[in-house]
Each structure stands twice: as structure tokens, then as C-alpha cells.
């Protein structure tokens, strides 16, 4: 594996090119098709993976059986690092996975890190180890946001929201959003149906324009008030 691509994972971006070497002595990459389990939130935490291609989506499912859509990981992101470092307080106790991970598209390729490697490779590295944790802070942010979003605002709001983020990320007009409705609306804390009357009603006000997986934004300024 080559180091440029290990140095756009935050886990390893400030790390020279002597301890990348031997970051590749105990990573491994392992691949998954769309639908295919990564790890249940009941299984004994092994170690956390960095996406390299293709997309996954972490998720909890209620007592009820709904589906909730925590985040979705893209190409360098990371997940299920917070156990890594609860580890650290005793290192005898048996840990669980946070949540749960999948696969979403049909080629996902991720890196597998081992816990008891990446353990002892930061303890030889304090240094290391507090940038890891700034980078894990900035995710926290992140997740508290989206925490906020879904108790805070209306299903509108967050659908508006949603897609107005995608233009911004997409920068053209008329872009594709990948993940499914289904997937879409367990993101949003809703479900398929609010988020399909939704979207209608955005199309109706002359905001957007939906066919399938394409997006074409009719009125970006109308669309970004209605986030307010």
C-alpha cells in the first residue's frame, strides 16, 4: 500500500514514512458487496477500519426495529475508534462495538486496524496519539450537530437541509445523491414515506427537481432559508 494514500486516512496523516512502514506490517485491507455486515454493536470490539473505497453506513436499530442511520463514511474516513481508547482505562475489559456497520455499495474495500497494534504503537508515541484524539474530537462535533438537527428541527428543515449540502459539496446545479430513499430517510430520522412527501412538496415550491437519484437545484437561495 502506498504512503500518500495511508497519509489521507486522519488516523495516520501526520505520521512519517518510517512509522507508516510499520502501520503496513499489521493493517489489513478486507472487502465487503453492498448489504454485507461489517460488525454488529454485539460483537467483541476487534479494532477500528478506514473506508478505501465505496461507502459505509453506521447505524442502530430501536427496540421497535427502526432503523437510525448514525453517519455515513466515505473514502479516508474512519469509524469505531472510540473503543480504542475506552480500552486504554483497563485493558482487561471485553468491549463491544458502538454500533452497527454495512456496506452500501458493492465494492467496499476497507482497512482493518487491530486494536492490541495500534495500542502499543501509540503508547511507544504520545504524540500520535493526541492528534488521533483532536481528529476523533472533530467527529464528536460532527455527530453532536447531526444529534441536534434531528431533535431540533422539522422534517422539512432537515430534508432542505440535507439536500443543500449535498449542492454545496456537488458545486453544480444538477448532481446525484447515491444512497437510497430508504437509506436517505433513516439518515434524517424519518421515514420513506414523510421523506418522499417531502421532497414533492420542495418540488412543488419550484425549489428543487428530483428524478431518481438526481438533484437539480431550481432556487439555491429559497432552498439555504428554508434550513433556517
Keep these: 500500500m502506498d504512503n500518500e494514500i495511508l497519509k489521507k486516512v486522519f488516523l495516520f496523516a501526520e505520521m512519517s514514512d518510517e512509522q507508516l512502514e510499520k502501520v503496513k506490517s ?18 467483541l470490539f476487534g479494532g477500528p477500519y478506514t473506508v478505501l473505497d465505496g461507502s459505509v453506513k453506521i447505524y442502530k436499530i ?81 455527530l453532536n450537530f447531526q444529534i441536534e438537527n434531528l431533535t431540533m428541527r422539522d422534517v422539512h428543515k432537515r430534508v432542505a437541509g440535507y439536500i443543500f449540502t449535498e449542492y454545496e459539496k456537488a458545486g453544480i446545479e444538477e448532481f446525484e445523491i447515491e444512497i437510497s430513499r430508504y437509506d436517505m430517510a433513516s439518515l434524517l430520522g424519518t421515514i420513506p414515506e414523510t421523506l418522499s412527501r ?16 438526481s438533484f437539480i437545484i431550481k432556487n439555491a437561495a429559497k432552498l439555504k432559508k428554508m434550513t433556517e
Design 26 to 43: 499489521f493493517v489489513s485491507k478486507k472487502k465487503f458487496g453492498k448489504g454485507d455486515i461489517i460488525f454488529f454493536e454485539s460483537e
Design 62 to 142: 430501536s427496540k421497535e426495529g427502526r432503523e437510525q442511520i448514525l453517519t455515513i463514511i466515505h473514502p479516508y474516513g474512519s469509524f469505531a475508534e472510540v473503543p480504542l481508547f475506552e480500552k486504554f482505562t483497563d485493558e482487561t475489559k471485553q468491549l463491544t462495538y458502538p454500533a452497527n456497520a454495512m456496506a452500501m455499495e458493492d465494492y467496499t474495500e476497507l482497512l482493518y486496524i487491530p486494536a492490541d497494534r495500534i495500542h502499543q504503537f501509540f503508547k511507544d508515541d504520545v504524540n500520535l496519539c493526541l492528534k488521533m484524539l483532536a481528529s476523533i474530537s472533530k467527529k464528536n462535533r460532527q
Design 198 to 213: 417531502t421532497l414533492k412538496k420542495l418540488q412543488e415550491e419550484g425549489v428543487i427537481e428530483v428524478s431518481g437519484k
